[in-house]
């Protein structure tokens, strides 16, 4: 019951923290609008701050939902959690651009630093939403019919087709909803594979999974530090650097890719052999 109290209190916290967010971003919509471009209205920032906004009333829809099925003892799947949270990181880290875009512009350094609070809330929201999704109550278990098993195989494989073809930004977003899943996961159990699997093929697939998480955790920050890289010398320059661009869209598909492969590696561990 304690636990069950203290999750559905973070929830709130974190749904509490959202409407900070888009409070701090309402205000600073009329000053960027209007005073952002000398002589003319700034209709980019406002399409911008609009869909931002509006981007976070969806999110905070989904907290409610949570939190009332929370309440209600309903089922809730984890990876709802882990949406909402990877959701929020994406839209802290788009907006972290224009927060210092703004700064550099004097006379509406206060749109800076409400962005800034903003992206603190938004960030601090989904730490909270990955507390909440390990400490949740363990759904009620149901029967899954053989034909919504087909359904959701064919779903996961569409999905792992979307994260090759578009890797940015759908690929990115799966595959660090995935790793923060797996994670939480491993929090809660010891082991994600299934009981009646041979001890030598959970070995196997273990290390595999091992090797794949090995190689997404160092072509991430690979292909971060070189779209940077390639943006700060093509600002400094003005001329396009290709090097360290081609550097980090290929470390960027080797994230994907092993992530896909994560995912096929983790719902293999999941299955039933018999």
């Not at 799947?77 to 651009?97: A, E």
Request: include cysteine; hydrophobic fraction near 55%.
């Amino acid at each position: 019951m304690k636990t069950k109290q203290r999750h559905i209190r973070l929830l709130m916290i974190a749904a509490g923290m959202l409407i900070f967010s888009i409070l701090f971003l309402l205000i600073v919509t009329p000053g960027a609008y209007s005073k952002t471009l000398p002589g003319s209205a700034n209709t980019g920032a406002l399409t911008g701050i609009s869909l931002a906004i509006g981007l976070r009333l969806a999110l905070l829809v989904g907290y409610l939902l949570i939190i009332k099925r929370s309440i209600h003892n309903d089922n809730i799947r984890i990876g709802n959690y882990i949406l909402i949270g990877v959701l929020l990181l994406i839209l802290g880290l788009i907006d972290t651009d224009s927060a210092f875009a703004f700064l550099d512009n004097r006379n509406v350094l206060y749109i800076s630093i409400l962005m800034f609070t903003s992206i603190f809330c938004d960030l601090t929201a989904a730490i909270l939403t990955f507390i909440a999704a390990s400490i949740k109550p363990a759904n009620k278990p149901i029967q899954t019919a053989a034909d919504k098993k087909l359904l959701n195989g064919l779903v996961i494989g569409i999905g792992v087709m979307v994260m090759i073809f578009f890797a940015f930004p759908w690929g990115i977003i799966i595959s660090l909803a995935f790793w923060i899943y797996l994670g939480i996961t491993l929090r809660k159990k010891h082991s994600f594979f299934s009981p009646e699997m041979e001890a030598t093929l959970v070995v196997k697939l273990q290390k595999r999974l091992k090797g794949l998480l090995t190689i997404a955790v160092i072509s991430l920050p690979v292909a971060i530090a070189g779209v940077i890289i390639h943006n700060v010398h093509s600002g400094k320059t003005g001329s396009e650097e290709s090097l360290f661009f081609y550097i980090g869209v290929i470390a960027e598909y080797f994230f994907v890719l092993a992530s896909a492969g994560g995912i096929i590696t983790f719902l293999k561990g999941r299955q039933n052999p018999n």
